[in-house]
């Protein structure tokens, strides 16, 4: 079997474009997935049932469903509504925040319920407010906690961020169906893509790992 | 200074406060004994509302904090309260522990408040861990800085729920001594205490609560000495 280096090379500044809108829409996703997930774990644990409800199905909804059919319904039902032409890189970056969002929103969930409530009654009886014990005293230390799930989120949306190629935003995995299309090769294209998924997926699990042994040791 | 009136409190169907009827004067130390689970932590909680009340209302000074419409947040920074387990917050160093609620409900500066807990940390004997992370300190010193988190907003009533019950005995007495400094000092104290000898020493009133009642409060010289309630006795006779 003959491999065919030339494919890659010829498409290596492609990839490479595709692999800056991968990080682009990856790290975009977990960031505003987290500020939105934030405030649908508040809404979640509402006091009031009735404000529960939407943000308990937010979250029923976007983990119940295939990211690629959201991504569709992002792509080609939302975004026509908000924008016109539509922009595959907005969609996609939409349509992974929206699903990012519902997975955090379960992490900080978690996290926050994870304090021990003698720390709320502690900051409740010094008078302090709910803002200010969720501030100072809950969120700062659940935050410690959710950084190896919140991590893990990360890289699930990296490897995830391929699916956005099937509405073609031209990202690392677009580029590899690009070179495979036009060569009708198979192994090229998709090894170099495989490995650079693979690169970054290591480097952070090894960035993760670190962080939360520098934490531990506090 | 607290006025308790008709106090009732139900988890679910379960009433564990069945009506309770106290007054707490100003500079007074009540101590409140009885086993376990005949409310004494409810009640005490049910003071600065950590537990709503279900009915019956609780006067502190003027007001019924009973009523929604209270401020509970500037209530409860005139109470302080001490736990059974600390409740430190272990993200911040022992100096943030004090200064973080009298700068930000009461709105100091920080020079305002680290002034004050210093001297706090000083009356202590505990100036040199001022920057030290909770999790290295000793139980004692634990509940002693918890003490000063507390009395670092100069509330002017202090409630003790169970505070020398998680520590080892030879802390005991640290503990003790600055809750008696305390009394001295003229603060209006309910402490809810398993030490009985603290009980009789410092206290003003003893009072003995079973099964959501207040069975009997006297003087704790009377109580000890000559108990009225059959319950009150076999308690007393178990725990003396
Ligand atoms: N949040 C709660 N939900 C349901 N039941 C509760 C709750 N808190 C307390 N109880 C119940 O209320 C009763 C009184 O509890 P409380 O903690 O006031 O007793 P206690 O006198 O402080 O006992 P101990 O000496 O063991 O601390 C117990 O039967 C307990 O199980
Ligand atoms: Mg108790």
Same mark, same amino acid.
């Given at each position: 079997m003959d491999f065919r280096f030339d494919i890659i090379i010829e498409y290596a500044p492609f990839l490479l474009k595709g692999l800056l809108y991968t990080i682009g829409l990856s790290v975009g996703g977990i960031v505003l997935g987290t500020v939105l997930g934030f405030f649908i774990a508040l809404g979640k644990m509402s006091k009031f049932k009735l404000v529960r409800i939407p943000f308990i199905w937010y979250i029923n909804f976007f983990r119940g469903t295939p990211l690629l059919v959201q991504l569709f319904l992002v792509h080609f039902g939302l975004m026509p509504l908000l924008m016109s032409p539509t922009n595959t890189v907005i969609s996609a970056l939409v349509a992974l925040s929206l699903n990012s969002a519902a997975y955090v929103a379960e992490i900080f969930r978690a996290g926050i319920q994870s304090i021990d409530k003698g720390q709320d009654e502690a900051a409740r009886s010094l008078g302090m407010g709910s803002r200010l014990t969720m501030g100072h005293i809950i969120f700062p230390q659940a935050f410690r906690r959710m950084i190896p799930p919140l991590g893990n989120e990360f890289i699930t949306l990296l490897k995830d961020s391929s699916l956005a190629a099937i509405i073609a935003t031209p990202e690392l995995m677009y580029w590899g169906r690009a070179a495979s299309g036009q060569?009708?090769?198979?192994w090229e294209p998709y090894l170099a893509v495989a490995f650079t998924y693979l690169l970054l997926t290591l480097s952070l699990t090894y960035l993760l790992n670190y962080v939360e042994k520098r934490l531990s040791n506090k | 200074m607290i006025r308790v009136k008709n106090l009732k409190k139900s988890f679910g169907d379960v009433e564990v406060l069945k009506d309770i009827n106290v007054q707490i004067k100003t500079k007074e130390v009540m101590v409140v004994i009885g086993p376990s689970g005949s409310g004494k932590s409810t009640f005490l909680r049910c003071l600065n509302r950590l537990e709503e009340t279900t009915s019956g209302t609780i006067h502190i000074e003027d007001i /019924?904090?009973? /009523?929604?419409?209270?401020?509970i947040n500037s209530v409860r920074a005139d109470i302080g309260m001490i736990f059974q387990h600390f409740n430190?917050?272990?993200?911040?160093t022992v100096l943030e522990n004090i200064i973080l609620a009298p700068m930000k409900?009461?709105?100091?500066?920080r020079e305002e408040a680290e002034k004050i807990a210093y001297d706090l940390l000083r009356k202590l004997g505990?100036?040199?861990?001022?920057?030290?992370?909770?999790?290295?300190?000793?139980g004692g010193q634990k509940q002693r800085i918890a003490i000063a988190r507390a009395l670092a907003m100069e509330p002017k009533i202090m409630l003790f729920d169970e505070?020398?019950?998680?520590? /080892?005995p030879e802390m005991v007495g640290e503990v003790l001594a600055v809750m008696k400094g305390l009394a001295q000092d003229g603060m209006t104290m309910v402490v809810v205490t398993h030490e009985m000898g603290f009980a009789r020493e410092v206290g003003d009133r003893v009072v003995f609560m079973d099964e959501g009642y207040i069975v009997e409060e006297a003087c704790p010289l009377t109580l000890f000495?000559?108990?009225?309630h059959e319950r009150t006795k076999a308690f007393l006779s178990k725990v003396l």
């Open positions: 060569y009708f090769r198979v | /019924d904090i009973s /009523d929604k419409k209270v401020n430190l917050f272990p993200h911040k409900v009461r709105k100091k500066s505990l100036v040199e861990k001022a920057k030290v992370y909770p999790d290295s300190l000793s505070p020398t019950s998680a520590l /080892d000495s000559a108990p009225k």
